[in-house]
């Protein structure tokens, strides 16, 4: 009692309670009298009012006091509920213990955010949808759905304990749900969990006393699917929990690969220890190997054999086994080994594999005799997977060069699968949206593939796929050598030519009659001279415009200090490779005066051996 009200004339109450109340009309005889809040009406300002644990069995037979905002009617014999849109300014609402069959008559209550129905006889929710619940208790009914809920946005904490509810299909819309109580119901199915998988913010899970429970790794289970909980059947869930229930249920590509590797390593240690021929006498030259990777239907299998038949004195296929059927045209040995799931098996166990992966409900592995086949025939071994069969590989002592082809436009790579006619709709969505899952691989770990190749266009990624494993292979530079030997000698016939002159002390000679037998043929060529003569010689002649004489000497004295070296030297768009430390400029001052010191060091006074060689001798040395 807050005393009385400014008039003067009226009380002001924040808080009513009245407690139970029973009155002996006999000595001998108990009879309850109906209670009367009546008086109720005459307290406009009265806020909370408590009225549990009473027999009151008429539903607010009083006048709504306007700032009416919680009202307690628990444990009376309440049976039907009516109309309360006077009651707009009504927050709490608690009618526990009753015998309500049916929620009805809340519909105008605007302010109501707090409703508590437990046990009571409700068997089906309604005239619910458009009040601002908070927080709904359905505890101790009869309810066998959670139907008549989906348009309570608000709402945060729901107990539905008790109850016969078997789905959880009407909550997946209440996106604000923190806290959910479904102890003791007749959910059997780990999969009704899903229902609730994007209510991001529920923190909190009861499902204890449902049969659901019986089922094996049933708290991984459901915390895999919820993984934003928090607390599951009253218990905090841990961060291993966590983790354990990724690892069983999605683990990471990683996770599989490691895995993978740890089980085929266990088994090949249980079997005899021998040398293979794949075993390198080093440890920085391991055996060479070449992984094609990429989506399904990509053409790495088709460009693995492409390229193993015009490089056929370098690389050999290796076949992998899988336990998918033949598609048309495949052939057993030649494209992979076709074997049954138990012959599969029964390889692992052997230690046969090197890795296995699975992919569209089939298994592919590639084997320690495939490998071995190649390489006991002196060749690199030439091999085609999918990127978890990459990840485990890398796991491995192998070391491979892995090449990714990836298509790049979607649209022509769906159609390319679809006309083949092999793979159904839902293989063709998974291949395309596998791309995403190489460029991300790509893009997130740099160097993992050692080279991209886009494969929309087949005859173009053949041919890039040429110029990277020559590069592998050391083909591409000497091609380009070749082709600046031809572009040189073309250079001849316009008489102006490039001559390299290599000068080898105490090693070979030769005289100017040689020297001029070589200009005189307008022929670049590469001679070994040992007489200064000769250079001088060579740099006085009218035949040659362009002269880049390169000097190796064997005794380090006779080197000049701090001379700079020149790599490369061009005439006329020709580029020569000098593979020797350095140049000498005609132009150069420094040069002549060098070249003097060369002719006296190589006179025939010096080193016997020039003057004991004919001319003819000289000039072919």
């Given at each position: 009692?807050?005393?009385?009200?400014?008039?003067?004339?009226?009380?002001?109450?924040?808080?009513?309670?009245?407690?139970?109340?029973?009155?002996?009309?006999?000595?001998h005889?108990?009879?309850?009298?109906?209670f009367?809040?009546?008086?109720?009406?005459?307290?406009?300002?009265?806020?909370?009012?408590?009225?549990?644990?009473?027999?009151?069995?008429?539903?607010?037979?009083?006048?709504?006091?306007?700032?009416?905002?919680?009202?307690?009617?628990?444990?009376?014999?309440?049976?039907?509920?009516?109309?309360?849109?006077?009651?707009?300014?009504?927050?709490?609402?608690?009618?526990?213990?009753?015998?309500?069959?049916?929620?009805?008559?809340?519909?105008?209550?605007?302010?109501?955010?707090?409703?508590?129905?437990?046990?009571?006889?409700?068997?089906?929710?309604?005239?619910?949808?458009?009040?601002?619940?908070?927080?709904?208790?359905?505890?101790?009914?009869?309810?066998?759905?959670?139907?008549?809920?989906?348009?309570l946005?608000?709402?945060?904490?729901?107990?539905?304990?008790?109850?016969?509810?078997?789905?959880?299909?009407g909550?997946?819309?209440?996106?604000?749900?923190?806290?959910?109580?479904?102890?003791?119901?007749?959910?059997?199915?780990?999969?009704?969990?899903?229902?609730?998988?994007?209510?991001?913010?529920?923190?909190?899970?009861?499902?204890?006393?449902?049969?659901?429970?019986?089922?094996?790794?049933?708290?991984?289970?459901?915390?895999?699917?919820?993984?934003?909980?928090?607390?599951?059947?009253?218990?905090?869930?841990?961060?291993?929990?966590?983790?354990?229930?990724?690892?069983?249920?999605?683990?990471?590509?990683?996770?599989?690969?490691?895995?993978?590797?740890?089980?085929?390593?266990?088994?090949?240690?249980?079997?005899?220890?021998?040398?293979?021929?794949?075993?390198?006498?080093?440890?920085?030259?391991?055996?060479?190997?070449?992984?094609?990777?990429?989506?399904?239907?990509?053409?790495?299998?088709?460009?693995?054999?492409?390229?193993?038949?015009?490089?056929?004195e370098?690389?050999?296929?290796?076949?992998?086994?899988?336990?998918?059927?033949?598609?048309?045209?495949?052939?057993?040995?030649?494209?992979?080994h076709?074997?049954?799931?138990?012959?599969?098996?029964?390889m692992?166990?052997?230690?046969?594999?090197?890795?296995?992966?699975?992919?569209?409900?089939?298994r592919?592995?590639?084997?320690?005799?495939?490998?071995?086949?190649?390489?006991?025939?002196?060749?690199?071994?030439?091999?085609?997977?999918?990127?978890e069969?990459?990840?485990?590989?890398?796991?491995?002592?192998?070391?491979?060069?892995?090449?990714?082809?990836?298509?790049?436009?979607?649209?022509?790579?769906?159609?390319?699968?679809?006309?083949?006619?092999?793979?159904?709709?839902?293989?063709?969505d998974?291949?395309?949206?596998?791309?995403?899952?190489?460029?991300?691989?790509?893009?997130?770990?740099?160097?993992?593939?050692?080279?991209?190749?886009?494969?929309?266009?087949?005859?173009?990624?053949?041919?890039?796929?040429?110029?990277?494993?020559?590069?592998?292979?050391?083909?591409?530079?000497?091609?380009?050598?070749?082709?600046?030997?031809?572009?040189?000698?073309?250079?001849?016939?316009?008489?102006?030519?490039?001559?390299?002159?290599?000068?080898?002390?105490?090693?070979?000679?030769?005289?100017?009659?040689?020297?001029?037998?070589?200009?005189?043929?307008?022929?670049?060529?590469?001679?070994?001279?040992?007489?200064?003569s000769?250079?001088?010689?060579?740099?006085?002649?009218?035949?040659?415009?362009?002269?880049?004489?390169?000097?190796?000497?064997?005794?380090?004295?006779?080197?000049?200090?701090?001379?700079?070296?020149?790599?490369?030297?061009?005439?006329?768009?020709?580029?020569?490779?000098?593979?020797?430390?350095?140049?000498?400029?005609?132009?150069?001052?420094?040069?002549?005066?060098?070249?003097?010191?060369?002719?006296?060091?190589?006179?025939?006074?010096?080193?016997?051996?020039?003057?004991?060689l004919?001319?003819y001798?000289?000039?072919?040395?």
């Amino acid at each position: 009692n807050l005393g009385r009200a400014a008039s003067g004339l009226q009380c002001l109450y924040q808080f009513r309670s009245l407690p139970v109340r029973n009155t002996y009309t006999h000595t001998h005889t108990h009879t309850p009298l109906a209670f009367d809040l009546s008086c109720v009406s005459h307290m406009p300002s009265l806020i909370i009012l408590d009225a549990s644990h009473n027999e009151l069995s008429d539903f607010f037979g009083f006048q709504p006091p306007k700032n009416l905002k919680e009202v307690n009617f628990s444990h009376n014999h309440m049976t039907k509920m009516k109309d309360l849109s006077a009651f707009s300014s009504l927050c709490k609402l608690e009618l526990d213990y009753n015998s309500f069959s049916e929620i009805s008559g809340l519909e105008q209550c605007c302010s109501l955010t707090h409703l508590s129905l437990a046990h009571n006889k409700i068997s089906r929710i309604s005239g619910l949808d458009s009040l601002p619940l908070k927080n709904l208790c359905l505890r101790g009914n009869q309810l066998e759905t959670t139907e008549g809920l989906e348009n309570l946005k608000c709402l945060q904490v729901l107990d539905l304990s008790k109850n016969c509810i078997t789905s959880l299909s009407g909550l997946r819309n209440l996106h604000l749900l923190d806290s959910l109580n479904l102890e003791s119901n007749l959910i059997s199915e780990i999969k009704e969990a899903t229902h609730i998988h994007d209510l991001l913010l529920l923190r909190d899970f009861n499902l204890k006393g449902n049969p659901v429970q019986d089922q094996p790794d049933y708290r991984l289970s459901v915390i895999f699917l919820l993984q934003h909980l928090t607390s599951l059947d009253q218990e905090n869930i841990t961060a291993e929990e966590k983790v354990s229930s990724v690892n069983k249920y999605d683990p990471p590509l990683d996770v599989v690969a490691a895995r993978d590797h740890m089980t085929h390593l266990l088994y090949q240690l249980m079997q005899p220890q021998v040398l293979y021929d794949s075993t390198l006498a080093s440890v920085a030259s391991p055996y060479p190997m070449l992984v094609l990777t990429g989506p399904q239907a990509c053409g790495k299998r088709e460009l693995a054999h492409k390229l193993c038949q015009e490089f056929s004195e370098y690389f050999a296929t290796g076949g992998c086994h899988t336990t998918r059927k033949p598609y048309l045209g495949e052939e057993n040995g030649s494209d992979y080994h076709f074997v049954s799931e138990d012959d599969f098996q029964n390889m692992i166990h052997m230690g046969k594999f090197i890795q296995t992966m699975q992919y569209g409900g089939h298994r592919f592995g590639l084997s320690r005799d495939a490998i071995e086949d190649v390489a006991r025939e002196g060749l690199a071994c030439c091999v085609h997977m999918e990127l978890e069969g990459v990840l485990s590989l890398k796991n491995s002592y192998f070391e491979p060069r892995y090449i990714l082809l990836i298509p790049t436009q979607v649209e022509q790579y769906t159609r390319h699968m679809r006309m083949r006619g092999l793979y159904t709709r839902t293989q063709i969505d998974t291949a395309v949206a596998r791309i995403k899952l190489y460029t991300n691989i790509n893009r997130q770990r740099p160097g993992f593939f050692d080279n991209v190749i886009p494969c929309d266009d087949q005859e173009e990624a053949y041919q890039m796929l040429k110029l990277v494993v020559k590069s592998y292979l050391g083909l591409e530079e000497q091609s380009k050598d070749d082709h600046n030997d031809r572009a040189s000698l073309d250079q001849t016939s316009t008489g102006m030519f490039h001559l390299c002159v290599f000068v080898f002390m105490h090693v070979c000679a030769c005289d100017t009659v040689g020297a001029h037998a070589c200009m005189s043929a307008h022929t670049q060529c590469i001679i070994c001279l040992c007489s200064a003569s000769c250079v001088c010689m060579l740099l006085s002649s009218h035949a040659v415009t362009d002269i880049s004489i390169t000097v190796s000497l064997s005794a380090s004295e006779h080197l000049p200090e701090e001379r700079p070296a020149s790599a490369l030297s061009s005439t006329s768009g020709s580029v020569t490779k000098s593979y020797l430390p350095m140049a000498l400029d005609p132009s150069d001052s420094f040069s002549r005066n060098y070249c003097a010191m060369v002719q006296a060091q190589l006179s025939p006074q010096k080193n016997p051996a020039v003057s004991n060689l004919t001319s003819y001798e000289k000039c072919i040395w």
